[in-house]
């Protein structure tokens, strides 16, 4: 049997026994073959799996379109071509949830302010006796570079976890995001004084980088009547 009609069939339960067995000696034997029918497979399993059904409808008509027609290369690369791009386009789908009106930064910008300095407040005339006293003075006066070369260097000495939330706020600070939420996330397997804070900033990271885990991460802290729940709920509202 033709080896399309074949992979088609698969898809629709279709396969007799034999074709089955065909089918199978040609995924063991025939590596292109193998890289097609995986291809198809990805497919199906996203359309599927992401309730994109009528697309799945939209790709089994082009498909039956096709099997009435002279099968030639260019309508075979045509066909997975096609396949391939709505496999890649619902992956990004997936990894997003905002509308294309919702401006991530400017909803990130409307809620962060770094969080104060509670650990080492700084008095006026005061010396800076200290690394850790050093590195908050740096973060009080806006030096968050400095800053977070003082609250990593005390981490890494310490393993005192309020210096990654400390380094976190002061990245958060410069707009750096990506170097802010692996330092948060770590911080929150330490469940520390901080802990219900560093969700927050946690939080707004993540609805900046557009990232989906922010919906879970703001209906827990919504139901939790916590540090900035109804700041959570109200979220909510906008980003879903």
């Known amino acids: 049997m033709d080896k399309d009609a074949l992979i088609h069939k698969y898809f629709h339960q279709a396969l007799t026994d034999q074709e089955r067995v065909e089918l199978e ?44 027609e ?26 997003k949830f905002f509308i294309n009106t919702t401006n991530t930064d400017d909803l990130f910008a409307q809620n962060f302010e770094v969080y104060r300095n509670i650990v080492q407040p700084i008095e006026r005339g005061e010396g800076l006796e200290t690394l850790e006293q050093e590195a908050f003075f740096k973060y009080e006066t806006k030096d968050y570079k400095g800053a977070i070369d003082g609250f990593e260097a005390e ?33 929150q397997t330490f469940k520390d004084d901080f802990y219900e804070k560093s969700r927050w900033y946690l939080a707004l990271a993540y609805i900046k980088e557009k990232d989906k885990k922010s919906i879970s991460l703001l209906e827990e802290m919504s139901k939790s009547e916590g540090y900035r729940s109804k700041e959570a709920k109200a979220l909510l509202k906008v980003i879903r």
């Open 155 to 187: 981490f890494s000495k310490t393993q005192k976890p309020y210096f990654l939330f400390y380094a976190a706020n002061a990245y958060l600070a410069l707009g750096d995001t990506n170097q802010a939420i692996p330092l948060l996330e770590k911080h």
């Open 70 to 95: 002279p099968e030639t290369s260019s309508t075979t690369f045509l066909r997975y071509a096609i396949a391939a791009c709505i496999i890649i386009g619902l992956s990004v789908y997936g990894s």
């Open 25 to 68: 000696t040609l995924l063991d034997t025939d590596p292109e073959f193998k890289a097609t029918f995986e291809l198809e497979k990805d497919l199906h399993a996203v359309l599927v799996e992401t309730g994109k059904e009528d697309l799945k409808q939209q790709f089994d008509a082009f498909e039956h379109q096709e099997d009435q």
